[in-house]
Every structure is written in structure tokens, then in C-alpha cells.
């Protein structure tokens, strides 16, 4: 497949779970592809396999949450690679509490690396595609954008903060061959999955396996998607079949969520 051929992807977050997969599928794709991330060594062993394809990559360490940081990411990438007329925002922490437990820090810090950190990139790179008159930018939300859940009133805000961003700029910028859209996954078998199962298992006392298993309700499929999954959808939104879709926030889940 070279769908994508001639064309340079940044992927944040790119280092392991959806990302690495992201970036992987990109690059089996026909795209070179920088990723970045704040571990150096995760990074490698992704560029490694994007070589492997043998597509050019490179990997920037960043914290998103930081401008400077953007800022200097982005530049070394056009360095490297050329300028990336695809971004694939994954980078994005989690975490589960009370209303009444979620902290200031807590909150801060989602906002920050789920919403301001997409802003940042989003602010850097999107001008270059609207120059070059095509450009792809690919969310990675959550099902937490579209729909409320207990316990995660910061994590959620900030997917809906993420797909809203989605939407504005999408339509910012629809005639001029940029498409910017917002994949919304439900649970997928990642690590970030493994600790929201650590966090039942706390508070119910179930073990591992039955925590796991109530994750794997909320779908009607009964079952974890796949990093591969999600990394399919990314990668259709870079393409030209998928031009006419832009703004959107589409729902991975096996059919749960229904809006």
C-alpha cells in the first residue's frame, strides 16, 4: 500500500500502544513518520520498526504540555524529515477519581497534556498544510469526548475540550484541503487500559481478571478494541477517500455508544 507515499507524519504519544501502532500503520502506509514522546528509548524501538518497513523516520523527545517544547519538536521534525503534513495527536494522560478527590494538579495536568498539548501542536503545524493546500490532522479523543462516565470528570472534559478544538479548526480550515478529525476509541487494550483495571481492582477488590472483564462490557462485542484497530481509522482519515470527512469525532467501541 502507498497511499500515502511522499507524504511525513508526526505522531505524538508515538512510542508505544496506539501511537506506535499509529505510526507503524502510517508508515506501512508509505509515509515517513517522526514520532515523539517523552521516553527516549521506547521512541527508538518504534523508529527501528518504521525502518524496518523501510520508510525514513525519526523520534524528538517532547512533553506536549510545554509550548517550547512544541515548538522545538516541530522544527527538528521539518529538519529531519521535512515539513509533516500529517499530525496524529496521541500523546494523552488518564486518570480516575471522585469529583470530590480529583485535585488541582490533577485537573491542571490533563487539561494541559489532552487539550493544550493538541492546541500546541495543532498551532504549529497546520499553517504548513494550510500553505501547502493539503494537510491531515487525526485526533486521538475517546469515547470520554462524546459521553460522561463517573469518576473521570477532568479526563473527560478534556476529550471534549480535545474534540471541540477538533471541530473549529476543522472548519477553519475545510477549503483548504485540510481535514482535521477526532477518532473516539472505548477501551483499548493498552497499558492505559491495564490501569484503569489496577484502579476497579483498588476499589472493588475483584481481581485482575474479573477488573478486566467489566472493561470488556461496556462494548456490546464483549471485548478490548485493538491498538490496531484504532490505527486502522487513523490512517483511512489520511487518505483521499477520506476528504469529504472532516470535524468529525468517530466512535470506536463495537456499537455502545449510539449519538
Given at each position: 500500500m502507498s497511499e ?18 499509529i505510526?507503524l ?7 515517513d ?6 521516553n527516549?528509548?521506547v521512541?527508538?524501538e ?16 517532547c512533553?506536549v504540555?510545554e509550548?517550547?517544547q512544541?515548538d ?23 486518570g480516575?477519581?471522585k469529583?470530590?478527590e480529583?485535585t488541582?494538579?490533577?485537573w491542571?495536568a490533563m ?6 498539548g493538541a492546541?500546541?501542536c495543532?498551532?504549529a503545524?497546520?499553517p504548513?498544510m494550510?500553505e501547502?493546500k493539503?494537510?491531515r490532522?487525526?485526533n486521538?479523543?475517546s469515547?470520554?469526548?462524546r459521553?460522561?462516565?463517573p ?5 473527560a472534559?478534556s476529550?471534549?475540550?480535545m474534540?471541540?478544538l ?8 475545510a477549503a ?7 477518532v473516539c476509541p ?6 492505559m487500559?491495564?490501569?484503569s483495571?489496577a484502579?476497579i ?9 474479573e477488573?478486566r472483564?467489566?472493561l470488556e ?10 491498538a ?5 481509522l ?5 487518505s ?6 472532516n ?9 455502545a455508544?449510539?449519538?
Amino acid at each position: 500500500m502507498s497511499e500515502l507515499s511522499g507524504r511525513i507524519a508526526l505522531v505524538t504519544g508515538g512510542g508505544r500502544g496506539i501511537g506506535r501502532a499509529i505510526a507503524l500503520s502510517l508508515a506501512q502506509a508509505g509515509a515517513d513518520v517522526a514520532v515523539s514522546g517523552r521516553n527516549a528509548d521506547v521512541l527508538e524501538e518504534t523508529v527501528g520498526a518504521i525502518r524496518a518497513t523501510g520508510r525514513r523516520a525519526t523520534a524528538v523527545v517532547c512533553d506536549v504540555s510545554e509550548r517550547s517544547q512544541v515548538d522545538a519538536m516541530v522544527a527538528q521534525v521539518k529538519k529531519d524529515v521535512g515539513d509533516p503534513l500529517i499530525l496524529v495527536n496521541n500523546a494523552g494522560i488518564a486518570g480516575s477519581a471522585k469529583l470530590s478527590e480529583t485535585t488541582d494538579d490533577m485537573w491542571e495536568a490533563m487539561l494541559r497534556v489532552n487539550a493544550t498539548g493538541a492546541f500546541y501542536c495543532m498551532r504549529a503545524v497546520v499553517p504548513m498544510m494550510v500553505e501547502a493546500k493539503w494537510g491531515r490532522v487525526v485526533n486521538v479523543a475517546s469515547i470520554a469526548a462524546r459521553a460522561g462516565a463517573p469518576y473521570i470528570a477532568a479526563y473527560a472534559a478534556s476529550k471534549h475540550a480535545m474534540l471541540g478544538l477538533t471541530r473549529a479548526v476543522a472548519a477553519e480550515v475545510a477549503a483548504r484541503g485540510v481535514t482535521v478529525n477526532a477518532v473516539c476509541p472505548g477501551y483499548v487494550d493498552t497499558e492505559m487500559t491495564d490501569r484503569s483495571a489496577a484502579f476497579i481492582t483498588v476499589r472493588t477488590g475483584r481481581d485482575d481478571k474479573e477488573a478486566r472483564k467489566i472493561l470488556e462490557g461496556f462494548s456490546p462485542q464483549k471485548r478490548l478494541m485493538t491498538a490496531d484497530e484504532v490505527a486502522g481509522l487513523a490512517t483511512y482519515l489520511c487518505s483521499e477517500a477520506a476528504r469529504g470527512i472532516n470535524g468529525q469525532g468517530l466512535v470506536l467501541d463495537g456499537g455502545a455508544f449510539q449519538g
